[in-house]
């Protein structure tokens, strides 16, 4: 059997969250410092990704020894460029001084990867976008989106910074909203720091395979990270991992497999309701099904079947690894 | 021209919002009290349905009094049955102890309707549902949705109770899901003072043709009231009406006209990053100029293009009065 | 190990097909008998769902010994009231002339179902909706397709009829379009031979839990048949079964077993690229390990877990039996 | 007022349609030599895009005779790579044969073009794809979407040719489909006369705004040419423009005005059911009453609006000009 990846998660899967009708907490609030407690119960992760500011008045010290104690390292910050200040756009909001409050927090995000040793910023700006048809100029819009990135970068050399694409939500279109996307504007940045950090179900509810939008950034070098989840393809759901596409997740995972893409893997969901240790306990129990499935492959077969693009042949070969995954489990 | 329908607007349409990003909200925090008053200050309201319990500490004669003083009344009470208590259901919840609280929070609501000498509680159930295949037991969960709905509309003869329903958000699934369905559990409950409250986008986005579901409602003596908004299809964006949908929200209102149901319009939109006064008059200001529309529109021609089913006809009537109706309006 | 269920299909599982682009057809015409005899190689199979009329010249003493010559019973009799003919509507045709014309072919449908000895007249009234927003009267439209439902059946009182309703295509918007407005206008036709026809694809694509609408038609004693496919939600793709949906799929045969419902196992499959027995084949080894993974499954446990609405301790229960079925088939 | 456009259309407008239902077609079959002249009885109409192979027996004379009597000019010729020989791929069929019959197709109607002084070649290659998770090895499939344009259009440096890009169907997941992809499969080939036809119904249904991509591939100077219709965002309709999406597509052709684009309004509608003369007047009625709506929309006020991102204040201006623009129709 191969090695298990690294896992890791970010760490909003460890806080409460509110929605637009709950808006007193699906559960009470959870610090920094607590959620980092909270990953470390799970047991089998490695790393997470970090929000950023911390809870206020939690230092960057304390949350170094939360990490040790929790035995887990920084594997990304994301700056919270979606909160109210930003909630008409980070990068592309019409007004020039929140632009530069945005990058700011964006600067001292990228300080604390270097003090934590994290891989990367991670760069997700939900609010970046429009809503309504007419509401913006949309070269003007999308220039502002890359400018923007191309200035935070250009000033972190030895940095990394990840995008997050997303269709939508919470703006109703997004400005980085697919894989392809992404990669035309990371061209036209221009710089070697930039990448994407692909989400398995942002992908999905987007209309892309997953399997393919993951070829596709290695193919270009961008792929430096991902993360999973699940949901009904219509929404971000954020879903436990493994509760709704089996046979999609799997195919993801083989395609990095087949590419040698070695990072780790990440779970980005949101347990609303669910006890959030307990929901990514559960997850990571499924990806090591998972991962044993992808040792009983009959890739060879599989790469014969896809030559022909038989697609019998080559579900009659991932069924048979797929589900019998389990069966040395129990 | 024929009189002018009475406009009104949810509450919340006047509230700040927050999300699970905007965990800081949009804007600051809005009373009760502000909402009545900004509410007042559009200028062509004339009632709002309000959110119950009130803000912290507001009773209900200040709350009579804010209405006057703005020149409204209550046409609906909408308990919050969809916050933290409540997150894993109201009436289907799996606890007879939240259960129990849920219908104390609508048995109070009603009381409010009394009070206010409103047209009805309206229920919204958003958290009563399941999330994942698998979750729940169908059947029981259908038979607490019904057996509660009618615990409490059996409790409060005098009184009228209007379902919204929804597909989904903020469950993944809701149990009230659709027109048919909403009739359908009406049926099963059995009284004659529950309806339901249609809105447009969840009609839209859930795939029904609005229009088709009012129809359908007016048939079976349910549409006890209506709200309006717009958006992208496949989610309850909420946005301004009139912005996406005019000709579907035209044969709407059309709908409703030729079947002389004779509500008040009410907006139910949620402006995250708009001023909610300007909302709300650029909404009745393109709802007037749909009520022109209407005025002009040659149903005669309409009635006899859709006896054949002749849809290029048809629309040519309808682009005729609705691409016209701004015209006096300049 | 319980006992394997009986296994059927569409007829058209084995046909050829065209569509809008390859108007020429994905392969040659396949008659009548052709189909029954590769119906009959699959090897699985009971019964088939037989298209009327058959293909030209083709009577039906030939198709009752092709039938025996292949093994195969016929399940029910699909009336093709989805042809030129009747493109613009069979039930709701604005020309009454083609109304009678449809409720013809459908009368002749019925006798077969009674010389073949089938269970039903399988009713999928394709062409009855509408595409454009204004282009009917939709309280005339249902009535139209209410009305027909019940002088057909009512004409039949010996024979059962099975609507298999589906949100869209080739209409832009169907009549009977999901589960509950089938049982809704059912209630309305006011006959006991009127059931209805689930397909797991249809729900899942109309924003359905196929589980949950399989129960509700169970409670209202309508659940004549079902058939399976699979599809990616957004249309219906007629996938090869257990391709994406395996959750789902494997909740919505757990509901069946667990309401006893002991009906056939049908596949409704377009394999429009695919050999057609091969993906028979395929989807019949996946139900079968389906099946083996219901015997696996811990029902007293998942009760127990759905009592609760515990999403996570369900999953667990569910990924052990459906994560293992494959597992003594290598 | 400004002079109007062109109008065009694809010549299948006036073509008759099979789906996999009405699979003895929606009318009877129409000859190349009859649609043109059907084409020619809209009377707005001045270019049209030709299917080749043109109808059996006909030749290219007996087309440019037809053209000249209806005054018509061919803009593009499409090869119909979508038919049965090529319903397993033309670029990504696995088949080495069936990929170089594809290109001999192509060739010949790069041929077409220069004889009929056409624009470019349109290449939709709806058959390019998979359909199953695992299908394909997706690295594989988009080298071979890529090199087989680049060794089409590297063959004919002295004509253009226009990707039409399609989320899906007939396949369930087309190779070319987003403007994005397209963009960056272009850059990819490497050379300069590829690119691409946008069709606002194909934008609209894969989440884009048709708008931002109409900017984005002007920007990229690859807006070769375009063509309008409506759908209702789940599937690639073809129903006639301005049925349901007024506001969106008034900002389409505001975006292409805004940046001096000066190509054919053409029409890519498929009506199945209705007159497609009628469905074309109609169609250009519409756009002349937005042709008149751009020159009344207040363009100073709304770049104001806009770079303020100003949602409410945008959508005022643009009511007053939409809502406006069939004033002096009447």
């Given at each position: 059997?191969?090695?298990l990846p690294r896992?890791?998660?970010?760490?909003?899967?460890?806080?409460?969250?509110?929605d637009r009708?709950?808006?007193?907490?699906?559960?009470?609030?959870?610090?920094?410092?607590?959620?980092i407690?909270r990953?470390?119960?799970?047991g089998?992760?490695s790393?997470?990704d970090?929000?950023y500011?911390?809870?206020?008045?939690?230092?960057?010290?304390?949350v170094?020894d939360a990490?040790?104690?929790?035995?887990l390292q920084?594997?990304g910050?994301t700056p919270?460029?979606y909160?109210?200040r930003?909630?008409?756009g980070?990068f592309?909001?019409?007004?020039?001084a929140v632009r530069a409050a945005?990058l700011?927090?964006m600067?001292?995000a990228?300080g604390?990867?270097r003090e934590l040793g994290?891989?990367?910023?991670?760069i997700w700006?939900?609010?970046?976008?429009?809503?309504f048809?007419f509401?913006?100029?949309?070269?003007?819009l999308?220039?502002l989106?890359?400018?923007?990135?191309r200035e935070?970068?250009g000033a972190h050399?030895?940095l990394?910074f990840?995008i997050?694409y997303?269709?939508r939500?919470?703006?109703?279109?997004?400005?980085w909203d697919?894989?392809?996307?992404?990669?035309l504007?990371?061209q036209?940045i221009?710089?070697?720091n930039v990448?994407?950090?692909?989400?398995?179900?942002h992908?999905?509810y987007g209309?892309?395979?997953p399997?393919?939008?993951?070829?596709?950034?290695?193919?270009?070098?961008?792929?430096?990270?991902?993360d999973?989840?699940?949901?009904?393809?219509?929404?971000d759901?954020?879903?436990?991992?493994?509760?709704?596409?089996?046979?999609?997740?799997?195919?993801?995972?083989?395609?990095l497999r087949?590419?040698?893409?070695e990072?780790?893997?990440?779970?980005d969901q949101?347990p609303?309701?669910?006890d959030?240790v307990?929901?990514?306990?559960?997850s990571?129990?499924f990806?090591?099904?998972?991962?044993?499935?992808?040792?009983?492959?009959?890739?060879?077969a599989?790469q014969e079947?896809?030559?022909?693009?038989?697609?019998?042949?080559?579900?009659?070969?991932?069924?048979d690894?797929l589900?019998?995954c389990?069966?040395?489990n129990r």
């Amino acid at each position: 059997m191969t090695d298990l990846p690294r896992f890791g998660a970010g760490l909003w899967h460890f806080a409460s969250y509110v929605d637009r009708y709950a808006v007193d907490g699906y559960a009470p609030p959870v610090t920094t410092l607590e959620a980092i407690a909270r990953a470390g119960e799970v047991g089998d992760l490695s790393v997470v990704d970090l929000n950023y500011p911390f809870t206020d008045g939690v230092g960057i010290d304390e949350v170094k020894d939360a990490l040790a104690a929790a035995g887990l390292q920084a594997i990304g910050i994301t700056p919270e460029i979606y909160l109210r200040r930003f909630s008409r756009g980070a990068f592309t909001n019409p007004d020039p001084a929140v632009r530069a409050a945005a990058l700011g927090q964006m600067h001292e995000a990228a300080g604390v990867v270097r003090e934590l040793g994290a891989d990367y910023v991670k760069i997700w700006p939900g609010q970046d976008g429009c809503d309504f048809p007419f509401h913006v100029d949309h070269r003007e819009l999308w220039k502002l989106a890359v400018d923007g990135m191309r200035e935070l970068a250009g000033a972190h050399p030895d940095l990394r910074f990840a995008i997050e694409y997303k269709p939508r939500e919470p703006r109703v279109k997004m400005t980085w909203d697919s894989a392809a996307r992404s990669i035309l504007g990371i061209q036209q940045i221009g710089l070697d720091n930039v990448g994407v950090l692909l989400d398995f179900g942002h992908a999905l509810y987007g209309g892309e395979s997953p399997a393919d939008s993951a070829q596709l950034l290695i193919d270009h070098g961008l792929l430096y990270g991902m993360d999973v989840n699940d949901n009904l393809r219509g929404w971000d759901d954020d879903l436990v991992v493994g509760t709704v596409h089996l046979t999609e997740i799997f195919e993801f995972f083989h395609t990095l497999r087949k590419n040698s893409w070695e990072g780790v893997w990440q779970l980005d969901q949101f347990p609303f309701r669910e006890d959030s240790v307990e929901a990514a306990r559960l997850s990571i129990r499924f990806l090591k099904a998972l991962h044993r499935a992808l040792d009983e492959l009959d890739v060879a077969a599989l790469q014969e079947a896809q030559s022909r693009q038989d697609a019998l042949a080559a579900q009659r070969i991932v069924q048979d690894a797929l589900l019998s995954c389990m069966a040395g489990n129990r």
